[in-house]
């Protein structure tokens, strides 16, 4: 009941809802509390685990009758508006403006971006990495391991991984004068934790787009599908993966199970909202969200059936067809092989009813 309650209302109704029941909320400290939980809740979502235990801090503070015990609603609003990096709000009864969703408004306030998810993009401060500039390879490898990592990871793993041709007391300081470079190309020193030889990203300084992915799938696994904050739930996780983990990237060994795992994620929401829009008969809908599916994953064959069937129902009879013809050209040309003994039955049942 709470995960759904947090997914149903994101930071910025919250801050408006105090706001905009100043009195009831004054007479009643109890609702001070519940928005205090739920605001630290979404905001844990996103991964933000400095500001969360900031507003939880805040909540302790007033349950235990300390010196913000009293706060009013106004208060209580001004302080999750400064500790969720929005501007504080006019006085007096304006009303709180609309801001972005949890997401984009966690991502904004990390200072280093990192985009792994289509391809490998970097910006500090609002600033790319600029394309005159080649730092060199393994800062930036260091950087894609511990985005692929998630967690802390041990400096011995890692240097095994950059250097596998030197002993270990070269490698281990190749590893720190990586640490010292990456941390000077992020232009933060806290950018990157080292603690109990292990390493890992700060998750209050570096905002990762497939680690917001994951989040929103997680979070998305809870939500059920006729929840009315479902489509709007997933689009927002759907517009985050702009391609496979570091689609443009060589392949190695250490990032083939991360990439299949979110690549799999992903097709798993892509079927949970065709399905959505299947049960109501929006076939132009599904149609476009396929599109898009295949433009990413041009060989995910149960897409194409999917799509052959909403074509079919939406009265674009040839279309499915040619989609089919699209499918079989795509996994002969990438994969080498034929399509499934199940595409192949579906073709005959379309061909036949045209």
């Given at each position: 009941?709470?995960?759904?309650?947090?997914s149903a209302v994101p930071v910025p109704s919250?801050?408006?809802?105090?706001?905009?029941?100043?009195?009831?909320?004054?007479r009643n400290p109890w609702r001070q509390y519940?928005?205090?939980?739920?605001?630290?809740?979404?905001?844990?979502?996103?991964?933000?685990?400095?500001?969360?235990?900031?507003?939880?801090?805040?909540?302790?503070?007033?349950?235990?009758?300390?010196?913000?015990?009293?706060?009013?609603?106004?208060?209580?609003?001004?302080?999750?508006?400064?500790?969720?990096?929005?501007?504080?709000?006019?006085?007096?009864?304006?009303?709180?403006?609309?801001?972005?969703?949890?997401?984009?408004?966690?991502?904004?306030?990390?200072?280093?971006?990192?985009?792994?998810?289509?391809?490998?993009?970097?910006?500090?401060?609002?600033?790319?990495?600029?394309?005159?500039?080649?730092?060199?390879?393994?800062?930036?490898e260091l950087l894609k391991m511990l985005v692929?990592?998630?967690?802390?990871?041990?400096?011995?793993?890692?240097?095994?991984?950059?250097?596998?041709?030197?002993?270990?007391?070269?490698?281990?300081?190749?590893?720190?004068?990586?640490?010292?470079?990456?941390?000077?190309?992020?232009?933060?020193?806290?950018?990157?934790?080292?603690?109990?030889?292990?390493?890992?990203?700060?998750?209050?300084?570096?905002?990762?787009?497939?680690?917001?992915?994951?989040?929103?799938?997680?979070?998305?696994?809870?939500?059920?599908?006729?929840?009315?904050?479902?489509?709007?739930?997933?689009?927002?996780?759907?517009?985050?993966?702009?391609?496979?983990?570091?689609?443009?990237?060589?392949?190695?060994?250490?990032?083939?199970?991360?990439?299949?795992?979110?690549?799999?994620?992903?097709?798993?929401?892509?079927?949970?909202?065709?399905?959505?829009?299947?049960?109501?008969?929006?076939?132009?809908?599904?149609?476009?969200?396929?599109?898009?599916?295949?433009?990413?994953?041009?060989?995910?064959?149960?897409?194409?059936?999917?799509?052959?069937?909403?074509?079919?129902?939406?009265?674009?009879?040839?279309?499915?067809?040619?989609?089919?013809?699209?499918?079989?050209?795509?996994?002969?040309?990438?994969?080498?092989?034929?399509?499934?003994?199940?595409?192949?039955?579906?073709?005959?049942?379309?061909?036949?009813?045209?």
């Open positions: 009941m709470v995960e759904s309650a947090v919250l801050l408006s809802r105090i706001g905009g029941r100043a009195a009831d909320h004054d519940v928005s205090l939980a739920q605001a630290a809740l979404a905001v844990l979502q996103q991964g933000d685990l400095s500001r969360a235990r900031e507003i939880l801090e805040e909540l302790l503070a007033l349950s235990q009758g300390g010196p913000r015990a009293r706060t009013s609603a106004q208060d209580v609003q001004s302080r999750l508006q400064q500790m969720l990096g929005e501007a504080p709000a006019p006085p007096a009864m304006a009303a709180v403006p609309p801001a972005p969703a949890i997401a984009a408004a966690a991502a904004q306030a990390q200072r280093v971006h990192i985009q792994a998810l289509g391809g490998f993009e970097l910006s500090v401060a609002g600033r790319p990495l600029a394309a005159g500039l080649k730092p060199q390879r393994r800062p930036l692929v990592a998630c967690e802390p990871i041990s400096a011995e793993q890692l240097a095994d991984v950059l250097w596998p041709d030197s002993d270990g007391d070269t490698a281990r300081n190749c590893l720190q004068v990586a640490v010292h470079r990456l941390r000077r190309l992020l232009d933060c020193e806290q950018a990157v934790v080292v603690k109990d030889r292990k390493l890992h990203l700060n998750r209050g300084v570096c905002w990762v787009d497939a680690w917001a992915f994951q989040s929103e799938w997680d979070s998305l696994k809870r939500v059920r599908r006729h929840d009315p904050t479902f489509p709007e739930h997933a689009h927002r996780a759907l517009q985050l993966y702009r391609g496979h983990l570091f689609s443009h990237d060589t392949e190695q060994p250490w990032m083939l199970s991360t990439r299949e795992r979110l690549r799999r994620s992903w097709l798993g929401l892509v079927r949970r909202v065709g399905d959505h829009f299947e049960q109501r008969q929006e076939w132009l809908r599904a149609v476009d969200l396929y599109e898009r599916a295949l433009e990413l994953d041009p060989v995910a064959e149960a897409i194409y059936r999917r799509l052959m069937v909403c074509e079919h129902n939406a009265g674009e009879r040839a279309e499915a067809l040619h989609t089919y013809n699209r499918c079989r050209d795509q996994l002969a040309c990438i994969l080498g092989i034929a399509p499934s003994a199940e595409t192949e039955q579906l073709y005959g049942h379309l061909r036949a009813a045209v």
